[in-house]
């Protein structure tokens, strides 16, 4: 079995470090320790815990206060559905594999984060693409699902919050999408990382784990919470579920960090004000993109509804990496080229990092705008 190279963490990797304008960026500005403890107004007391904890294996499938603040994340779920990770990029892993195997159908939508296709199709599974379109605001089209789906499906896979649209799925169309899996008695795995950062406080969304029970939802600590230093992911699902992952997740993880687990467990109990903290930069990213998207007049998008990234196309000649390319030797901005997600001379740009990043990283992009228009791009 051979992975492809996945592209978006080759591109990142390769191009992130010492940057001057991460645009490629999709966290909210990250937390400081010391703002996390801070949040719990009981400073001393986490850090004498955390001196004095005996660095040991830790609970082998989670910390149990932190399972029963995952699970407070839902609406159905408690303890026993809950499985700690470490990221969410491993509990993404893990769930596709045991998913997985020859002659499995599946269904991915795209674009979308590429481990939700290149695991199954590593490990032997008929994949076939749901294209999410611009003119349909990067929603699936339920026709379209039902056709790929009626030869039979095994599993279908989704990204909600989108990444890199930022589209939102919400409940009633999530609803029509569960009857078409339980039709077929698939499996419905859905990439939920971004869930909690809606734009419109007037919509809430379910997690598929609670509107189906074949959902499989998983999640983590990095983007609405954060903290993607401290490594910590999850997967929620039926127990029977979790029993098969944790046969294989003995091969690779035994146990997550018992600190991060701890410092995750304290963030969830104090996510109300996160969100406060977190919310308002995410909107307000989002604001300043848009503005500076209606003065360009060759860049379109769909504005997104939720999470920290949107996907931008721009009129320009150039493939997608030649522009990424250039545009960070010349100006110093980064964007990650549509190419990583199958489209070209689409981008996408984070918005949610730091506003004064976002505001002189758009400033230069218009800059260089200008230079391939003075070349006849």
Avoid at 113 to 140: C, K, M, N, T
Avoid at 196 to 223: C, F, N, R
């Amino acid at each position: 079995m051979k992975m492809p190279v996945f592209t978006v963490e080759r591109w990142m990797d390769t191009y992130e470090t010492g940057v001057t304008y991460n645009l490629g960026e999709t966290c909210v500005d990250s937390l400081t320790l010391e703002e996390l403890l801070n949040l719990a107004d009981r400073k001393e007391e986490i850090l004498s815990r955390l001196l004095n904890l005996r660095l040991s294996y830790g609970h082998i499938t989670g910390n149990p206060d932190l399972k029963d603040q995952v699970a407070s994340l839902y609406e159905k779920q408690s303890r026993e559905n809950v499985l700690i990770m470490n990221g969410g990029s491993a509990a993404n892993y893990l769930a596709l594999t045991v998913l997985s195997e020859p002659g499995k159908r599946v269904i991915a939508a795209l674009p979308s984060y590429q481990q939700h296709y290149s695991i199954p199709e590593a490990f032997g599974a008929e994949v076939s693409f749901l294209w999410l379109r611009e003119e349909e605001d990067f929603l699936p089209n339920l026709k379209e699902l039902r056709k790929l789906a009626e030869p039979g499906v095994d599993l279908i896979c989704l990204c909600n919050p989108n990444n890199p649209t930022g589209a939102l799925l919400e409940e009633d169309l999530l609803k029509e999408i569960v009857a078409i899996a339980r039709k077929h008695k698939a499996w419905l795995f859905c990439d939920e990382v971004y869930r909690g950062l809606g734009h419109d406080e007037g919509v809430s969304v379910p997690s598929v784990a609670d509107l189906y029970e074949k959902g499989i939802s998983t999640g983590s600590m990095s983007k609405v919470y954060s903290l993607a230093g401290i490594r910590t992911g999850w997967i929620v699902a039926s127990p029977e579920f979790l029993k098969e992952c944790e046969l294989l997740r003995d091969y690779t993880t035994i146990s997550c960090a018992q600190m991060e687990e701890i410092l995750a467990a304290l963030a969830l109990e104090h996510r109300k004000t996160l969100r406060e903290r977190n919310l308002p930069v995410v909107l307000q990213g989002a604001a300043v993109l848009d503005a500076w998207v209606q003065k360009e007049p060759r860049v379109r998008y769909v504005k997104p509804k939720a999470g920290t990234t949107a996907f931008l196309h721009f009129g320009y000649a150039l493939n997608s990496e030649d522009f990424c390319k250039e545009l960070l030797k010349k100006y110093g901005v980064l964007l990650v080229p549509g190419s990583c997600f199958g489209m070209e001379h689409w981008y996408r740009l984070g918005y949610a990092y730091s506003p004064q990043v976002l505001e002189e990283g758009l400033q230069k992009i218009s800059l260089y705008f200008r230079d391939l228009e003075s070349r006849g791009l």
